[in-house]
């Protein structure tokens, strides 16, 4: 893939009164925390594109807080920086985080940026939460970047990016029933490109065995903290499963 440069800045941002929100129902939702650590020589082997400006690795990405996300630039990725989330619309609506891969050309929430701005978003893992109050961290079984499903809205001046879900597989299944759409490695063009039928053929569940799992503190619910900390597994804890042999499929 051939190299793009591309410069921008990766703020620490937070709307208040939605962090609050959170902070109280990051537990309800699927995919309510992630995670976005990788450097930008690991960028440009994953996806092939040169960052200029260091970025600021992130432990705890809350909903309404920005993020990396790329886009298709004719035959290149380019990267942009966008808030996670859409703010509700009226007072009986809520903030919507994700959008489900099985409903998403039938909402009408959805089924326009579905067809013509879908975007992957950069992470290195994501939290969820199974009872009682119990955060996990999981990643891919390799450590690697991956590539999350997602779907970019423009919004005034403002860009913002949904995550699509799920079914979760196997025994993810047991911390949450929805799980991230993560893609697999040489399927990002694919997925950015080309007409909603065509991208309907990446929309795959991602099986258990290409990640890991451990319990982490709960620190992770408080949408203000972001440390390295909080992707410890808990003392006594292991990867679950166990690690397979994943060959080249991350790259």
């Not at 208040?16 to 309510?32: D, E, H, P, Y």
């Not at 594109?49 to 993020?67: D, E, Y």
């Not at 309907?200 to 990640?211: D, G, H, K, L, R």
Request: net charge positive; proline share 6%.
């Amino acid at each position: 893939m051939a190299r793009l440069v591309v410069s921008f800045a990766l703020p620490y941002v937070a709307e208040n009164n939605l962090i609050r929100i959170f902070t109280l129902r990051a537990r309800c939702v699927m995919c309510g925390r992630f995670t976005s650590t990788a450097t930008t020589d690991e960028l440009m082997r994953r996806f092939g594109v040169t960052i200029l400006q260091n970025l600021r690795p992130r432990w705890n990405i809350a909903p309404s807080q920005k993020s990396m996300v790329l886009v298709r630039d004719g035959l290149h990725l380019q990267a942009k920086t966008a808030a996670w989330g859409l703010p509700p619309t009226g007072p009986n609506k809520s903030f919507l985080i994700n959008a489900r891969m099985e409903t998403v050309r039938e909402k009408p929430t959805f089924r326009d940026a579905f067809s013509l701005s879908r975007c992957i978003v950069v992470a290195s893992g994501w939290y969820e939460w199974s009872a009682p109050k119990t955060p996990w961290h999981i990643q891919l079984s390799d450590g690697g970047v991956m590539a999350m499903a997602g779907l970019l809205f423009k919004q005034g001046s403002q860009s913002r990016f949904v995550i699509m879900t799920s079914a979760a597989d196997g025994k993810l299944a047991e911390i949450h029933h929805r799980q991230p759409l993560v893609l697999a490695a040489g399927t990002e063009m694919q997925w950015l490109g080309g007409i909603a039928d065509q991208a309907t053929n990446y929309c795959e569940i991602a099986p258990a065995s290409w990640f890991n799992w451990y319990r982490v503190a709960p620190d992770v619910g408080k949408a203000g903290i972001d440390h390295p900390g909080l992707v410890t597994p808990l003392e006594g804890d292991a990867l679950l499963p166990a690690k397979p042999d994943q060959g080249d499929l991350f790259g």
